[in-house]
């Protein structure tokens, strides 16, 4: 326990860049972003179960899917704060997650960030209703598990700020993914559509709500690891 909660040394700063650049090249790329988007919807997806339970409603499951779409089912008021929040925790979760997991790191606690990783996984699989579903979170709690038990401080320095940049960069591109797509009318189900359905705001307010969540995170969690 020591471990956990205690500190572990600073990294470099040729690697925290290094890390970030990595992140970056995970996001940016199309075809990459096809495959590395699972771990954004984890996220996703977690965030509108974790608001779900926290806001008192009944938690039915969560799907992930191949094509990286989510769904998340839970019971209760069909409308109120409580869907309100759960509805609005998907696209901000993973920023939110990322600036949470850059303070983490920023205070030295990166064995801790790891550890907390796992954990959140680990609630999560026991939520998930599908086989796809199962197989990636298995196969992203069983990186975080392995690095934090099997590898040196510096690798697991190296993997924690990878992961943690990636959850910064990579919850911004789904907000502008989503606008252009209500730009292009294939998304009037979205999370936005639902909230301003709630709310009788626009979805644009909503639009713009993820768009500074996520921008605002990138901002202030960036320099939380780059120690300015």
């Known amino acids: 326990m020591d471990r956990v909660f205690g500190t572990q040394p600073d990294p470099d700063e040729w690697l925290v860049i290094v890390t970030a650049v990595v992140a970056l090249l995970a996001v940016v790329p199309h075809r990459i972003w096809r495959l590395s988007r699972n771990a954004v919807t984890i996220a996703h997806e977690g965030g509108h179960g974790l608001i779900a339970l926290l806001t008192g409603r009944r938690l039915d499951g969560i799907r992930l899917h191949s094509d990286t779409s989510g769904l998340t089912v839970s ?4 409308s109120g704060p409580g ?9 901000t979760a993973p920023p939110l997650l990322g600036l949470g997991g850059a ?18 996984l680990l609630a999560m699989l026991i939520m998930i209703r599908n086989a796809y579903g199962a197989l990636t979170v298995i196969v992203t709690g069983a990186a975080f598990v392995l690095i934090s038990w099997l590898t040196s401080a510096q690798v697991q320095s190296a993997f924690a700020y990878t992961a943690v ?14 606008q252009r797509k209500r730009l292009h009318g294939h998304a009037g189900d979205s999370d936005a559509d639902q909230l301003g359905r709630l709310t009788h705001l626009p ?12 921008l605002c995170s990138l901002i202030g969690g960036g320099r939380w690891l780059l120690g300015l």
């Open 203 to 214: 979805p644009t307010v909503w639009l713009l709500l993820f768009h500074v969540v996520s």
């Open 165 to 178: 940049w990636f959850l910064l960069i990579g919850g911004v591109r789904p907000a502008f993914e989503l």
């Open 75 to 78: 019971r209760g008021r069909p």
């Open 83 to 91: 869907m309100v929040l759960t509805a609005a925790a998907g696209y």
């Open 103 to 120: 303070w983490l790191l920023a205070a030295d606690h990166i064995t801790l960030f790891l550890w907390a990783a796992c954990a959140l």
